[in-house]
Each structure stands twice: as structure tokens, then as C-alpha cells.
């Protein structure tokens, strides 16, 4: 297969398909190289506390802007509950501004750690809630000045951000989670959706529903990107992928994966990652996020330049 090397999204894809790379945390110095590998777009994740190391998410997306010039940078996931309204768009707009309008803020409702809620002293069964007010607060901040608002969790009496992010109108909001309440959020609110751990018929249905719950909303349902948290495990043969890929997720998750990874994880060789991802760019996804998964953190960046010169290629067009 050809290298990706200097090749951006529209000339390997039409424009169609773009391609990204999740980080571990302590790995964010690579995103220069996958810069150069041709990807869109590099991501990170972020929890306050959790089974595993994680960095704030932002701070890492500052140091990714310093050190690239043409990749996006996304958060997968920033858990937006977890801040005052206010903060959040503050540190959002800084990092757009640093990177030059490169941001894409994945949002998150979290939850699955309850005590990084507990920590901040924000109850675990409002977090949906929040999250609804915090996207109202987001855009108002990064579009207007002078903002009066009243809501149960933000009061703001005639202030204005600045400065405003470079993006107009504020970075895309792309909007995760797999619930009901993720789809009416994503419709409602959203300029995206990011599920994760879906098969592509689940994503077919669930991006019809979200573009349903746009059209409710007077909005423009054709313009919501889908996007998918995708894990993926390349190994010589589909078996050995399996093993690696279930006991990652048991890791990373703290609970068994074994009956779960054959239907949500993108894994085997070359040829069978390549075609399981052709099923979900048919399911209409066009921005995936792909999320390494391997027996050893040392063979990440081997995995990345793998996938650019043994995967992607292959869908072209």
C-alpha cells in the first residue's frame, strides 16, 4: 500500500473520510509524527481521577498545538459537567486561540468514575443536566458580548469572553455517549456525534435518530458530522488481535470484555481492520477516531505508521 506521508484527507478520500489518532496521556509529544503520517487529527481523553494515568485535556491540547501546524485537535472526551460553565469556556477558547481555530471539543457526560464527581462536589444524576446548560453557556460566551444568563447551575450578569475563540461561532461541539440522552443532546445541541463501543448497524441507526432530533430542533441535520470512538487492535491473525484487544479493555474499563470485543472492536490484520472499517464509513461515519489498543504501550507508534500504510489507503474513495 502507499505511504500517507504528506497526503491530507481530501486527496486520499475524496474529502469523505478523515482519519485521527487518540493518545495515551503520556505519549502527546507524537502527535508531530502523526502530523506528518497525514492524519486529520489527533485526540485525548481526560478524567479527574481514574483506573488508569490521565492528563486535563486541554493542557494537552495546548502542548499538541505547540508542536503541529495543520492537525485538528479534538477531546474524546472533555467532561464538561465537571467545570463551571464559565471556566470551561474560558480554557476552550484559549487553546482555540493558541492553535489557530484548530480545536474540536468532544463532550462527555461521564460518570463511569463516580468518585472525580464526588471530588468536585458535583452529583453524579445532575451531570446531564449540566451538560445541557454548559452547551447553552458555551455558545452564547463564544458568540456574543454582554451575556445575561439564568440557569440552574450558571449565572452570568452582562459579561463578555475575551478573547473569543478563533473559530467562529466557537469550536465544534461534537457530542458522545451511546443513551438516548446522547442522541436527543447531540440533535439538539450538537455540531457532531461521537459514540463509542457501537457496531455499525447501532451507529446507522443512532445517527438517523440524531438527525431526527435536529430536524425537530429547527436545525440543519445534514450538517452534524458523525464521527465514532473507534478501538482497533491490528495483529497477525484475528485471534491474537482478540486476545490483546479483550484484555486491554478489561484494563482499561475494570470489568471483562471477552463476549464484547468481537462486536464493537476493529481488530485482525490488515485487510479485516480495513474492511471492518469500511462497514462503519458506510453506516455514515466520516471523522474516526482511532484508539489503539496493543500488548505493550512501547509498539504504539509503530501501530499508527501501521495503520497509515496498511489500513487507510485501502478506503480510499
Given at each position: 500500500m502507499p505511504s500517507l506521508i504528506g497526503r491530507t484527507s481530501s486527496e486520499r478520500s475524496g474529502g469523505e473520510l478523515k482519519f485521527g489518532i487518540n493518545l495515551f496521556p503520556q505519549q502527546w509529544e507524537t502527535a508531530t509524527h502523526i502530523e506528518e503520517l497525514g492524519y486529520d487529527s489527533v485526540w485525548t481523553s481526560e478524567h479527574i481521577f481514574f483506573y488508569f494515568p490521565t492528563f486535563d485535556a486541554l493542557t494537552s491540547l495546548a502542548a499538541m498545538a505547540a508542536r503541529t501546524s495543520r492537525l485538528q485537535l479534538g477531546t474524546a472526551v472533555f467532561l464538561l459537567p465537571l467545570r463551571p460553565a464559565a471556566l470551561a469556556?474560558?480554557?476552550?477558547?484559549?487553546?482555540?486561540?493558541?492553535?489557530?481555530?484548530?480545536?474540536?471539543?468532544?463532550?462527555?457526560?461521564g460518570g463511569e468514575y463516580a468518585k472525580e464527581f464526588e471530588a468536585v462536589g458535583v452529583p453524579v444524576k445532575e451531570r446531564g443536566r449540566r451538560t445541557d446548560e454548559a452547551i447553552e453557556v458555551l455558545k452564547l460566551l463564544f458568540t456574543q458580548d454582554n451575556v445575561s444568563f439564568q440557569g440552574r447551575f450558571t449565572t452570568l450578569d452582562g459579561v463578555s469572553l475575551q478573547p473569543k475563540p478563533a473559530q467562529a461561532g466557537g469550536p465544534p461541539i461534537w457530542v458522545a455517549g451511546r443513551s438516548d440522552a446522547a442522541i436527543?443532546?447531540?440533535g439538539r445541541l450538537g455540531d457532531g456525534y461521537l459514540p463509542y463501543l457501537f457496531s455499525p448497524e447501532r451507529f446507522r441507526s443512532s445517527m438517523a435518530k440524531v438527525r431526527e432530533e435536529a430536524e425537530k430542533a429547527g436545525r440543519d441535520?445534514?450538517?452534524?458530522?458523525?464521527?465514532?470512538?473507534?478501538?482497533?487492535?491490528?495483529?497477525?491473525?484475528?485471534?491474537?488481535?482478540?486476545?490483546?484487544?479483550?484484555?486491554?479493555?478489561?484494563m482499561r474499563y475494570n470489568q471483562p470484555f471477552e463476549g464484547l470485543v468481537d462486536k464493537y472492536?476493529?481488530?485482525?490484520?490488515?485487510?479485516?481492520?480495513?474492511?471492518?472499517?469500511g462497514d462503519f464509513a458506510e453506516a455514515g461515519v466520516s471523522h474516526f477516531i482511532l484508539v489503539p489498543l496493543m500488548k505493550s504501550y512501547p509498539d504504539f507508534m509503530s501501530h499508527v505508521e501501521a495503520y497509515a500504510r496498511d489500513i487507510t489507503p485501502s478506503l480510499s474513495g
Amino acid at each position: 500500500m502507499p505511504s500517507l506521508i504528506g497526503r491530507t484527507s481530501s486527496e486520499r478520500s475524496g474529502g469523505e473520510l478523515k482519519f485521527g489518532i487518540n493518545l495515551f496521556p503520556q505519549q502527546w509529544e507524537t502527535a508531530t509524527h502523526i502530523e506528518e503520517l497525514g492524519y486529520d487529527s489527533v485526540w485525548t481523553s481526560e478524567h479527574i481521577f481514574f483506573y488508569f494515568p490521565t492528563f486535563d485535556a486541554l493542557t494537552s491540547l495546548a502542548a499538541m498545538a505547540a508542536r503541529t501546524s495543520r492537525l485538528q485537535l479534538g477531546t474524546a472526551v472533555f467532561l464538561l459537567p465537571l467545570r463551571p460553565a464559565a471556566l470551561a469556556a474560558k480554557e476552550i477558547a484559549s487553546v482555540d486561540v493558541l492553535s489557530q481555530g484548530r480545536v474540536i471539543l468532544g463532550v462527555g457526560i461521564g460518570g463511569e468514575y463516580a468518585k472525580e464527581f464526588e471530588a468536585v462536589g458535583v452529583p453524579v444524576k445532575e451531570r446531564g443536566r449540566r451538560t445541557d446548560e454548559a452547551i447553552e453557556v458555551l455558545k452564547l460566551l463564544f458568540t456574543q458580548d454582554n451575556v445575561s444568563f439564568q440557569g440552574r447551575f450558571t449565572t452570568l450578569d452582562g459579561v463578555s469572553l475575551q478573547p473569543k475563540p478563533a473559530q467562529a461561532g466557537g469550536p465544534p461541539i461534537w457530542v458522545a455517549g451511546r443513551s438516548d440522552a446522547a442522541i436527543k443532546r447531540a440533535g439538539r445541541l450538537g455540531d457532531g456525534y461521537l459514540p463509542y463501543l457501537f457496531s455499525p448497524e447501532r451507529f446507522r441507526s443512532s445517527m438517523a435518530k440524531v438527525r431526527e432530533e435536529a430536524e425537530k430542533a429547527g436545525r440543519d441535520p445534514g450538517a452534524i458530522t458523525g464521527s465514532i470512538y473507534q478501538f482497533i487492535c491490528l495483529a497477525d491473525s484475528y485471534e491474537e488481535a482478540k486476545s490483546a484487544a479483550a484484555a486491554e479493555l478489561a484494563m482499561r474499563y475494570n470489568q471483562p470484555f471477552e463476549g464484547l470485543v468481537d462486536k464493537y472492536v476493529v481488530m485482525g490484520n490488515a485487510d479485516d481492520c480495513a474492511r471492518r472499517l469500511g462497514d462503519f464509513a458506510e453506516a455514515g461515519v466520516s471523522h474516526f477516531i482511532l484508539v489503539p489498543l496493543m500488548k505493550s504501550y512501547p509498539d504504539f507508534m509503530s501501530h499508527v505508521e501501521a495503520y497509515a500504510r496498511d489500513i487507510t489507503p485501502s478506503l480510499s474513495g
